[in-house]
């Protein structure tokens, strides 16, 4: 499996940015029950969990730090493509951004855990000016 990540880029304090991730090499049929989730590390920082989708689908986990300002979502049941919509971006979310998928874990909740994925995408980096 190959995660494409894509969409990042410079915006002012305040703007918008939306990125995607897209999967490729698998076998995403309408019952793949992966959860896939964003991750972002910024300089001398640990990599930090920013939002996933559960297996089922039906489960969104936000970071405490953008709930309110950040929305994940996928237009199809394998979640061949997600999408992290970052409105309200602030420079503390500069960051490397990074998609992550895996089969594992709980159905309705996504861990929070890096190493709990076992597919990373290659990052966007996102570079929210002051």
């Known amino acids: 499996v190959q995660l494409q990540a894509s969409g990042g880029g410079l915006v002012q304090a305040g703007g918008s940015l939306r990125l995607s991730c897209e999967a490729s090499?698998?076998?995403?049929?309408?019952?793949?029950?992966?959860?896939v989730a964003w991750f972002r590390q910024a300089p001398d920082k640990e990599r930090e969990f920013v939002a996933g989708i559960s297996r089922s689908g039906r489960a969104l986990s936000y970071a405490d730090s953008v709930k309110g300002r950040f929305t994940i979502s996928t237009r199809d049941t394998a979640k061949e493509r997600v999408y992290l919509q970052m409105n309200s971006l602030k420079p503390e979310d500069t960051a490397v951004y990074y998609c992550a998928r895996t089969a594992r874990g709980p159905q309705n909740s996504n861990s929070k855990r890096a190493l709990d994925y076992n597919y990373w995408g290659q990052g966007t980096q996102v570079t929210v000016s002051s």
């Open positions: 090499g698998g076998t995403f049929n309408p019952f793949n029950d992966d959860a």
